[in-house]
């Protein structure tokens, strides 16, 4: 049953802020419906326009690095803490 939960929301919705278990601060921009828990994140890079792209899901790279948090009203923390 949670399986089936999981799959029909998305555990971090599109545009939201979230903290990951390496350190760095990102922006999710795509989620997978198979695992919502492991999105494909836009690293905020201080001075830089564009950060770069994390597939939590498919980069074995990145198999190491979860979500640890999630800020969806900007004052649990900001960018660069």
């Keep these: ?8 929301v998305e555990a971090y919705p599109l545009g939201v802020c979230v903290r ?3 350190g760095m601060q990102a922006v999710v921009v795509k ?3 198979e695992n919502t828990l492991r999105p494909v994140v836009r690293v ?5 326009s564009k950060g ?3 597939d939590l899901l498919y980069t074995t790279d990145n198999l190491n690095i979860t979500v640890l948090g ?3 009203d900007g004052d649990s923390w900001q960018p660069g803490q």
Excluded: C, E, H, Q
Aim: net charge positive.
């Design 20 to 22: 990951l278990s390496n």
């Design 52 to 54: 770069k792209i994390l």
């Design 31 to 33: 989620n997978y419906k």
């Design 44 to 48: 905020i890079s201080p001075g830089s």
């Design 70 to 72: 999630i800020d969806y």
């Design 1 to 8: 049953m949670v399986t089936a939960f999981l799959r029909s």
